[in-house]
T-cell receptor
Framework: QKEVEQNSGPLSVPEGAIASLNCTYS??????FFWYRQYSGKSPELIMF????GDKEDGRFTAQLNKASQYVSLLIRDSQPSDSATYLC???????????FGKGTKLSVIP | DTAVSQTPKYLVTQMGNDKSIKCEQN?????MYWYKQDSKKFLKIMFS???????INETVPNRFSPKSPDKAHLNLHINSLELGDSAVYFC????????????FGPGTRLTVT
């Protein structure tokens, strides 16, 4: 069974610090990986996706993928209180529409 | 310019009733999904339709029946509602090529009393 694991948190970081969110996946055939942000009472919002080993940067966000270790991470630089949310990691297989989600990590950025 | 919309936003009903949730997307996507997010916030796929054809049907009670009249709409009908059906139901859509990144609707909070 395909699984995506995340530390549920909460992860607390001071404002301005780097928040590091981690995710591991069980299906070695997984090809694409997604990070969603979900504010309380709202729907998941796509932040980034990554499909190649290495880093992918978008503004304050950097996604990192290591397929050999089956590990994905999201770094948030200069964390802001508005970044406080639950971050969901998801993985999809080759040519597959289906996303398997982790249970999310709750991030709190302390002013 | 709502990309993925759902109605209703809130639904409160009694056990045993039948209810429907509607979803529409204006992104031109071919694939649409229904997810259930329980009280512990775990997001689980229920169904997926590609251009009106069912392609994913996870282990979901057959009281749940999706219907896709066209590729821009995916509705969810639930018969004989049970307390355990209380959750937030999200609709999502994606292209059927590329990396299949999915975009979510605002959700429907279903409460069964």
């Amino acid at each position: 069974q395909k699984e995506v694991e995340q530390n549920s948190g909460p992860l607390s970081v001071p404002e301005g610090a780097i928040a590091s969110l981690n995710c591991t996946y069980s299906d070695r055939g997984s090809q694409s990986f997604f990070w969603y942000r979900q504010y309380s009472g709202k729907s998941p919002e796509l932040i980034m996706f990554i499909y190649s080993n290495g880093d992918k940067e978008d503004g304050r966000f950097t996604a990192q993928l290591n397929k050999a270790s089956q590990y994905v991470s999201l770094l948030i630089r200069d964390s802001q209180p508005s970044d406080s949310a639950t971050y969901l990691c998801a993985a999809s297989g080759a040519g597959s529409y289906q996303l398997t989600f982790g249970k999310g990590t709750k991030l709190s950025v302390i002013p | 310019d709502t990309a993925v919309s759902q109605t209703p936003k809130y639904l409160v009903t009694q056990m045993g009733n039948d209810k429907s949730i509607k979803c529409e997307q204006n992104l031109g996507h071919d694939t649409m999904y229904w997810y259930k997010q329980d009280s512990k916030k775990f997001l689980k796929i229920m169904f997926s339709y590609n251009n009106k054809e069912l392609i994913i049907n996870e282990t979901v009670p057959n009281r749940f029946s999706p219907k896709s009249p066209d590729k821009a709409h995916l509705n969810l009908h639930i018969n004989s509602l049970e307390l355990g059906d209380s959750a937030v139901y999200f609709c999502a859509s994606s292209r059927r090529d590329g990396y299949y990144e999915q975009y979510f609707g605002p959700g429907t909070r279903l409460t069964v009393t």
